[in-house]
């Protein structure tokens, strides 16, 4: 089984930044990626940003040039970076990683609890 543990989360003000953290525990072989999505209330659940174990990154339209997601180096814990923060980034933010836990296993998606973000001044 695979854990993903978020932190980070909290109230900022608009232009404000935040770094959200997930670390991934359990058994795990590989995280062929690890991603954040976020859902705002009354909306539909929206993939935020990613990355792939290769390094290959994907971010949402509007987040582009204002977030940064990373990985550490033993690729278990997934970073984003938010900067220039705005009220519409209001949202609880997910973390997921797509996991492998035997060399020969197939992927799949594990999930945080959730943090929230709340920009507002």
């Known amino acids: 089984q695979v854990q993903l543990v978020e932190s980070g989360g909290g109230l900022v003000q608009p232009g404000g930044s935040l770094r959200l953290s997930c670390t991934a525990s359990?058994?795990?072989?590989?995280?062929?990626?690890m991603g954040w999505y976020r859902q705002a209330p009354g909306k539909e659940r929206e993939l935020v940003a990613f990355?792939?174990?290769?390094?290959?990154?994907s971010y949402l339209d509007s987040v582009k040039g204002r977030f940064t997601i990373a990985t550490n180096g033993a690729e278990n814990t997934v970073y984003l970076q938010m900067n220039s923060l705005k009220p519409e980034d209001t949202a609880v933010y997910y973390c997921?990683?797509?996991?492998?836990?035997?060399?020969?296993?197939?992927?799949?998606?594990?999930w945080g609890q959730g943090t929230q973000v709340t920009v507002s001044s």
């Open positions: 990355i792939t174990r290769g390094g290959s990154t």
């Open positions: 997921h990683a797509d996991t492998q836990t035997t060399e020969i296993g197939r992927t799949e998606r594990y």
């Open positions: 359990g058994t795990i072989f590989t995280n062929n990626a």
